[in-house]
């Protein structure tokens, strides 16, 4: 049993920054003053609404990533494009949850995001409620209301497979817990106990191996000109070649 200290959120989110830039969200009205007018919410980004800036925001944002690292295919770009969204979506989830014992409302509606940003995704956020920082809530609040319609609008445009995108999800939540183990390793056992809770979830049973953490998919990394296997891929070395979408 894990004893949970519960903390009032402060409205800045303050206790996140000292973990790290993927941790970091910033608050409207804060003292980071306010995003661009222009920015869209998760929920239009999730419902493929145009932007008077960037068109089809998700479009917008595959097309920096593949010119960023040069991708050979689109899909490559979409894939790391979602790894990077959800790390941190999970990251500001797991550790307001560990620090605070609560989490802030991160609603879709709620959460401005810049596409063109580089990264970590430019997040923010309008306005701290707080919902409790429980496993239930957290998988709700990030695998229900963000990772669902986010793996639905790119398996609908770049074609990416199911086994992917959770391997994704999963992966990108293991590492967002080893960022805050290695910076808090006092609250280890609250955030093994969370992390464990989350990886349960039906939407992420098998994702990772559960002896090592190491995914069962391929986020595709390694098609990049200079690309490898990342350090939990379920490949020990980089394919010579493989077969289009066979590990995605």
Known sequence: ????????????????????????????????????????????VYEKRGSDVYGNTMTFRVRKVAEALRAPEPRIAASIAHQGLAARLWSVALGCAVLYGRIPDLAPHRLRWDPDASAP????????????????????????????????ALHAEYRLAGGLLWGNAGSALAGAARQLLGVRPDLSARTRDLTAGLLAHPLLTGTLD???????????????????????????????????????
């Open 1 to 44: 049993m894990v004893l949970l200290l519960v903390v009032d959120l402060d409205p800045e989110l303050a206790a996140l920054r000292p973990l790290g830039a993927f941790f970091v969200l910033r608050t409207i009205g804060g003292t980071c003053g306010a995003p661009r007018p222009a920015l869209p919410t998760l929920t239009q």
């Open 121 to 152: 995704d430019d997040l923010w956020l309008d306005g701290v409620e707080p919902l409790p920082g429980d496993a239930g809530t957290v998988a709700d609040v990030v695998l229900r209301g963000h990772l669902e319609p986010l793996a639905a």
């Open 210 to 248: 559960s002896a090592t953490l190491r995914r069962r998919s391929c986020c595709l990394y390694y098609r990049l000109p200079e690309g490898g296997v990342c350090g939990d891929c379920c490949f020990t070395r980089a394919p010579r070649s493989s077969p289009r979408g066979a590990s995605g």
